[in-house]
């Protein structure tokens, strides 16, 4: 039973480079998110989705765009990446937002 | 959104010793967790408590949804529990998050 699985667990990319990081689960979850945290803080929300075809924006949402095209999957790609994007990523799904499970985290430095 | 908030911020205990940590949260809410975040930055899921009272372990928690706070006890402390302790509220869509309490076990 994997739950959350995040790809990849560590990334280093170059100002300006474009990535995408990639989040399943297999809970068959409605609810998906995806977080940043930054050293020393809680976790601020960036984009959330609610159902397949389904996405909105969080509090910290520019710089970053997502999809979701199936109930699984929720991948965020980031365009031109900057420095302030630096960060650990974290994605997430609830059941109709209930009890959130995360994945285990994706560290992201942009140089 | 809402605005949660968590102390103390920081928490050095002995091993062996009793702890508890507070979460306040400024509207009602249909969801309210307890994370461990450990070392290697893995949140796992504690408790989901949007009212009452559980225990698991060393581990209990309490909401009290009608004064907005919820508290974490952890007894009989041990060095595998340092690590941050978030709380993360929820009246629909979105998950908030506190700025977490920080709590180191000395042997």
């Known amino acids: 039973n994997a739950g959350v699985t995040q790809t990849p667990k560590f990334r280093i990319l170059k100002i300006g480079q474009s990535m995408t990081l990639q989040c399943t689960q297999d809970?068959?979850?409605?609810?998906m998110y995806w977080y940043r945290q930054d050293p020393g803080m809680g976790l601020k929300l960036i984009y959330y989705s609610v159902g397949a075809g389904i996405t909105d924006k969080g509090e910290v949402p520019n710089g970053y765009n997502v999809s979701r095209s199936t109930t699984e999957d929720f991948p965020l790609r980031l365009e031109l990446a900057a420095p302030s994007q630096t960060s650990v990523y974290f994605c997430?799904?609830?059941?109709?937002?209930?009890?959130?499970?995360f994945g285990q985290g994706t560290r992201l430095t942009v140089v | 959104g809402i605005q949660v908030e968590q102390s103390p911020p920081d928490l050095i205990l002995q091993e062996g010793a009793n702890s508890t940590l507070r979460c306040n949260f400024s509207d009602s809410v249909n969801n309210l967790q307890w994370f461990h975040q450990n070392p290697w930055g893995q949140l796992i899921n504690l408790f989901y408590?949007?009212?009452g009272t559980k225990q698991n372990g060393r581990l209990s928690a309490t909401t009290v949804a009608t004064e907005r706070y919820s508290l974490l006890y952890i007894s009989s402390s041990q060095t595998t529990d340092s690590g941050v302790y978030f709380c993360?509220?929820?009246?629909?869509?979105?998950?908030?998050f506190g700025t977490g309490t920080r709590l180191t076990v000395i042997p």
């Open positions: 408590i949007p009212s």
């Open positions: 993360a509220a929820s009246r629909g869509d979105n998950l908030f």
């Open positions: 809970m068959n979850h409605n609810y």
């Open positions: 997430a799904s609830s059941y109709s937002g209930l009890e959130a499970f």
